[in-house]
Structure formats: structure tokens, C-alpha cells
């Protein structure tokens, strides 16, 4: 019986990645750096701000990377004023809470960005718990806030879902003993399967996935 939808925030509920992107590449040029799409895409996206700032600021002090990372996520959400659910997503949403589902969503973004996507979406209230990696000792890769939420849920992970874009979130929810639906809304398909997602779609909308549900909710 399928008790438990678990979703991703960015690339998963809607495609921000390149609003992402160009918040960093606008603070960047103002340092005299470029980052380039790829770089992005291999080191940046789906990563928590530690690490993404370990990674451009290997020698710099934390309180440079916070102050980074304080920054581009205010330049993200000046850059997001409405936001677009992914196509299916309400669909997929209604049926949930039809049925009693429980739903949850889980993010390496930051509590201030994930309250401004919700509403940039008008999905505020849809989701029982929103769990965020600043506010948990381990962020993705780390499965620890895939655990949290089935445990806040109370659903084992057998009886869930998760959804997720990135490398990072796929390995996460995988490694939770979770069935793991990738959407190629960042990545190439076979990242995501070569990560440990059991299914790659396009969005919401793939049949695959319904099949996929109904089976599960029998």
C-alpha cells in the first residue's frame, strides 16, 4: 500500500535550476568569476550551500561562504517572483490527498527558500512536513532526511515514493530504501539510474509513473 509521497524541491516540484544558476553567475561576475553551465550541473546543482561553497571557495573562510550563500539565495528568490508547478504535479498532489497519502517534502534549500518556492507555486499547506537540510545534522547525499521524513510520516519506506532531479537527491532516497523516481529536468537519464533512481520521467504526466502508483496502491 502506498502511504508516502516524498518530493524534492528544486528541479522536482518546479525547474529552477537555471534561475539558480544565474543568481550565482551574476554574484560571480561581480568577484571577476564565470561559472559555466556544466560546472553548475556537475558540482553545483542539487548540492546543499556548504558544499556547493566548499567547492567555489575552497580557500576562503565560513563566514565568506555564508555570507555567499546568504546572498545568492536572496538574488534566487528576487529572480522567482511566480513560480510554475511541474507538469502533473497538481494532478498528482489531488489524487494524494484523496486517498490519504501522506506527503512530505524534502530539500537541500534553505527553510526561507523553500516557504518563498511553496508559495511562488500556491502549493502553501499542501504538504504535511517540509524538512530542510540546515535544520538536520546530514544534508543529501546523506539519506538521514529521506529517514526523517518517513519517520514523521510514519511510513516505511517499502510503502513510499520519492521524487528527485539531481544526483545528490536520487542517492539519497535511494540509499533510505526507497523506490526513487528521477525526473531529467537537470540531469541525463542515466545519471539519475546510474545514481540508484528506479525510474526516469519526463514530469508528472508519464504513464509509467501512474502504472507505477497504481500498483503500488493496491
Known amino acids: ?5 516524498l518530493f524534492d524541491l528544486d528541479g522536482t516540484l518546479t ?8 543568481a550565482m553567475q551574476q554574484l560571480l561576475r561581480e568577484d571577476g568569476r564565470e561559472l559555466t553551465e556544466a560546472q553548475f550541473d556537475a558540482h553545483i546543482s ?9 567547492y567555489l571557495f575552497p580557500d576562503r573562510p565560513l563566514a565568506e561562504h555564508l555570507l555567499f ?27 494524494a490527498e484523496q486517498r490519504g497519502i501522506g506527503m512530505a ?5 534553505p527553510r526561507a527558500n523553500a516557504v518563498h518556492m511553496l508559495a511562488a507555486m500556491g502549493l502553501e499547506g499542501r504538504f504535511g512536513h517540509v524538512l530542510v537540510a ?6 543529501k547525499p546523506d539519506p538521514l532526511p529521506y529517514l526523517t ?4 510520516l510514519q511510513a516505511p519506506a517499502p510503502h513510499a515514493l520519492a521524487f528527485e532531479d539531481s544526483v545528490p537527491g536520487v542517492t539519497a532516497a535511494s540509499r ?7 525526473l531529467s529536468t537537470s540531469q541525463a537519464p542515466e545519471a539519475l539510474l546510474e545514481a540508484g533512481a528506479q525510474l526516469v520521467v519526463a514530469d508528472f504526466e508519464d504513464a509509467r509513473l501512474w502504472a507505477l502508483i497504481e500498483r503500488m496502491s493496491v
Open 46 to 54: 542539487g548540492r546543499a550551500n556548504a558544499e556547493l561553497c566548499r
Open 134 to 139: 540546515e535544520e538536520l545534522p546530514r544534508a
Open 69 to 95: 550563500a546568504d546572498r545568492k539565495e536572496a538574488r534566487f528568490r528576487a529572480l522567482s517572483p511566480s513560480l510554475e508547478p511541474t507538469a502533473g504535479l497538481l494532478r498528482l498532489l489531488a489524487h
Open 149 to 152: 521524513a518517513l519517520e514523521r
Open 15 to 22: 525547474d529552477t535550476d537555471r534561475l539558480h544558476l544565474l
Open 105 to 109: 517534502v524534502v530539500t537541500n534549500a
Open 1 to 5: 500500500m502506498l502511504e508516502a509521497l
Open 176 to 182: 533510505a530504501g526507497v523506490f526513487t523516481v528521477g
